[in-house]
């Protein structure tokens, strides 16, 4: 099938990883990337990590690329309804798209708060290139920024815009940062370390309204009856997965398009990749949203073995990274109650590592500004290594060297 | 690194971007190159200390910036990234 249309909607990290993956294996077919944006491709990281700079706007590939590697890529065309019978896809405007496989790529949105209030002016989302710089934009005139959501993109914004000179307020409606996401020994170190930058951080704040002056965003109101005045506020309380193209077509979704084998979804004709996907994850049952540029890569490495025929990849141990002012946060596996815990720290230095393991081998490890910990654990938990729990708290040791005989 | 991602060649996934975070643009540097290129940070030293088929010369090619003057570099990517 080296000469199969293939059709990808959703033109972000994976959907476009994907299209040059299948060029690099010899595929010979027409590749139609489908975006809804406008401009070229972009990382998606630097939008939580650097808008304070000039530095965010970082295309995936230049415009030549597309071009050079002949894939058809429609920037500013969204597609309206999937007729997987017909093997067909419909777009804005009436026109109709005939596909051999198609790939779902749709990504995910920001999940937005509905209480009252939630649409003044200066209540932001930030997901996309055009949120990030409105985002930039609007900081750049505000004293007062409120955060409502303890979790990665959170942190990551407080501790950029901390760096602007804005005073920024955390409020996070668990007991603690990280709630969902990371271990308790983790989420402690990291509030103790973004306290330190002079970030406000308010557990158990359950927003209930946003107060507006002239419809601009004036304060935060909690439950407890607690009035925060801010001139902006952005609201990280996670992302809800883009299922509804394929929902509407009869594919099996579940909180996302769920995958198997691996990325196929209920139609053979018709893969997902990426944020949107519910998807297997090796030593876990049932189906996992993972919401990193790690996995969405490896799903299109699958997602094109599948396509052209080949061999499908080694599976990977699902990881992340993080950075919050002069933090690099490396995560690997998967961080579930249940695991030892172990921290691995020196007193004077900024970086440690939070490992999980269970009956000697590790399940996961969290990592700040200790890169060598983290592939040696990354590695550990890819083979199944037997570890010497012993070494694990001792920073003297290297970790590689807790590989048990 | 971003000359290899331009021109969409297999090998170098570079799937953070140039961060020095995810250790998927690992290469061998030539020795006759390594003085066009500043010695490796410590970041990029832990990251390669664990990386697939390690050499002396390893170096994660988003840390080679390229400068006037640099007459050029050849570059052997190893059969393991990602």
Same mark, same amino acid.
């Given at each position: 099938m080296s000469r199969a249309k293939v059709v990808i909607v959703g033109a972000g990290h994976a959907g476009t990883a994907l299209a040059g993956l299948l060029r690099q294996g010899g595929h010979r077919g027409e590749i139609v990337l489908f975006g809804e944006e406008h401009d070229l491709p972009y990382q998606r990281p630097p939008l939580s990590k650097k808008f304070g700079g000039d530095d965010f706007e970082h295309a995936l590939?230049? /415009?030549? &690329? &597309?071009?050079?590697? $002949?894939?058809?890529?429609?920037? %500013?065309?969204?597609?309206?309804s999937l007729d997987p019978a017909r093997k067909r896809i419909a777009l804005d405007g009436g026109r109709a798209v005939d596909y051999d496989f198609l790939v779902l790529a749709t990504g995910a949105r920001a999940r937005r708060l509905t209480v009252p209030g939630a649409r003044a002016e200066g209540v932001l989302g930030l997901r996309t290139l055009g949120d990030a710089r409105r985002l930039? $934009?609007?900081? /750049? %005139?505000a004293r007062k920024l409120?955060?409502?959501g303890g979790g990665y993109i959170g942190l990551e914004v407080a501790a950029a815009a901390g760096v602007m000179g804005v005073e920024v307020t955390v409020l996070e409606?668990?007991?603690?940062?990280? /709630?969902r996401v990371a271990s308790k020994p983790f989420a402690a170190r990291m509030t103790e370390y973004h306290r330190s930058l002079n970030t406000t951080i308010v557990t158990g704040a359950q927003v209930v309204r946003f107060h507006e002056r002239d419809g601009r965003v004036a304060g935060v109101g909690l439950a407890? %009856?607690?009035?925060l %005045?801010?001139?902006l506020a952005l609201v990280g309380v996670g992302a809800v997965p883009r299922d509804e193209l394929a929902a509407a077509a009869g594919l099996t979704c579940d909180n996302g398009i769920v995958v198997g084998d691996p990325t196929r979804t209920s139609d053979a004709s018709i893969f997902a990749i990426g944020d949107v996907t519910r998807r297997p994850v090796p030593g876990l049952a049932g189906g996992h949203r993972l919401e990193s540029i790690p996995s969405a890569t490896e799903q299109a490495r699958q997602a094109c073995a599948a396509i052209l025929g080949? /061999?499908?990849?080694?599976p990977e141990v699902p990881w992340f990274w993080s950075d919050q002012h002069e933090l690099n946060l490396k995560i690997a596996g998967v961080v579930r109650p249940g695991p030892v815990v172990t921290v691995r720290a020196r007193p004077s230095s900024p970086s &440690?590592?939070?490992?999980?393991h269970e009956n000697n081998m590790l399940t996961a490890i969290e990592s700040v500004n200790a890169p060598a910990d983290f592939m040696a654990a990354r590695k550990f938990i890819a083979t199944g290594q037997r570890i010497d729990p012993a070494i694990l708290a001792d920073p003297e040791k290297p970790l590689r060297a807790a590989a048990a005989a | 690194m971003d000359g290899s991602v331009r021109s969409n060649l297999a090998g170098i996934v570079a799937e953070c971007g140039g961060s020095c975070s995810c250790a998927t643009c690992h290469v061998y540097l030539g020795e006759e190159y390594a003085r066009h290129f500043d010695e490796p940070s410590d970041e990029e030293r832990g990251l390669l200390e664990c990386v697939d088929q390690v050499r002396p010369n390893s170096r994660l090619s988003c840390q080679l910036v390229m400068r006037d003057g640099n007459p050029g570099v050849r570059v052997i990517v190893p059969g393991a990234n990602g």
């Open positions: 590939r230049p /415009a030549e &690329f &597309f071009v050079e590697q $002949a894939i058809t890529w429609c920037p %500013g065309d969204r597609v309206t930039r $934009a609007m900081l /750049a %005139g409120a955060i409502v409606r668990e007991s603690r940062l990280l /709630a407890d %009856g607690q009035l %005045g801010c001139d080949t /061999a499908p990849p080694r &440690f590592s939070v490992l999980h | -």
